[in-house]
């Protein structure tokens, strides 16, 4: 991700591995690498600061660093003094807006933002307008739109079938998002049974390749009753954008059973609008 875009003043991170000519992985530390923008960079453009290198002593290198502007740049990456393949990447560098928990824990974050396109109207689920994409892994008595309906809700029920592995998501489409947290609320079904007790929560650029964003395990912080919520934090990913955001259930609810119930997903991080 750090050697195709980067947030301002966000810490952007790559892992580079050293291989042989044939393609081997090194096995052994004690390598210099470096970064410097392509040229001494371009007038206007932006440039780099506070890189840290740090040798995993395995012939990998673990590197972070800061842009301090918006725009492109190119950046070369060094091995002992010569470029590696590919090298000098181009690497856009983007401004974004912060969001933060409001005072609920569905308010104030991508989802609400999106559906009043910055504030400026009344919230419309922006699933049913088209901005974002919300998805189910199968049909209980679902909506999918139910994910996104923001602050409010209509009273509804919302869960997959009875199935191991069920998952629930949402493609933000044109928006990126760096997440620093998250809120979920379940659904109406029942004031006591079937909350969500084992799941992660994973991102993705291309709904396909997955990270994982955090684990939950024997997890009660969504209470039992109706439509009750919880927030949490995510940590180590303030650099890394992701388009797919997706709640994999890993195990049994609380009443034992592997239907996901989820009436709403909040989003909170930096969040970037891609250039359609």
Not at 10 to 29: E, I, L, S, Y
Not at 234 to 255: A, K, M
Request: glycine share 12%.
């Amino acid at each position: 991700v750090g050697l195709r875009e980067a947030l301002v003043g966000k810490p952007a991170r790559m892992t580079v591995q050293m291989v042989d000519d044939m393609g081997n992985a090194w096995t052994n530390g004690g390598d210099s690498l470096e970064l410097k923008e392509a040229g001494g960079g371009k007038e206007g453009s932006p440039r780099l600061k506070q890189v840290r290198v740090h040798d995993m002593g395995d012939g990998s290198h673990d590197v972070e660093y800061e842009a301090d502007r918006e725009g492109k740049m190119e950046v070369e990456v060094l091995v002992n003094g010569f470029p590696i393949s590919g090298s000098p990447f181009l690497v856009e560098v983007k401004r974004g807006v912060k969001l933060s928990m409001g005072a609920s824990a569905m308010t104030r974050g991508a989802i609400e933002y999106i559906g009043t396109q910055n504030w400026t109207r009344h919230f419309q689920n922006p699933h049913t307008t088209g901005d974002v994409l919300a998805t189910m892994s199968s049909a209980g008595n679902s909506d999918p739109s139910r994910l996104t309906q923001g602050p409010h809700h209509d009273g509804g029920d919302n869960y997959t079938a009875n199935l191991p592995g069920s998952w629930v998501a949402v493609d933000l489409k044109r928006f990126r998002l760096a997440p620093d947290g998250y809120s979920l609320r379940s659904d109406a079904w029942h004031p006591t049974y079937y909350k969500l007790r084992r799941w992660r929560l994973e991102g993705s650029e291309d709904g396909e390749r997955w990270t994982t964003l955090r684990e939950h395990r024997d997890d009660a912080s969504l209470i039992k009753e109706r439509f009750s919520t919880a927030t949490w934090s995510i940590t180590g990913f303030e650099g890394e954008l992701f388009r797919h955001f997706r709640i994999l259930q890993t195990g049994p609810n609380s009443s034992g059973y592997h239907c996901l119930t989820c009436a709403g997903l909040e989003l909170f991080g930096m969040l970037v609008e891609e250039d359609e």
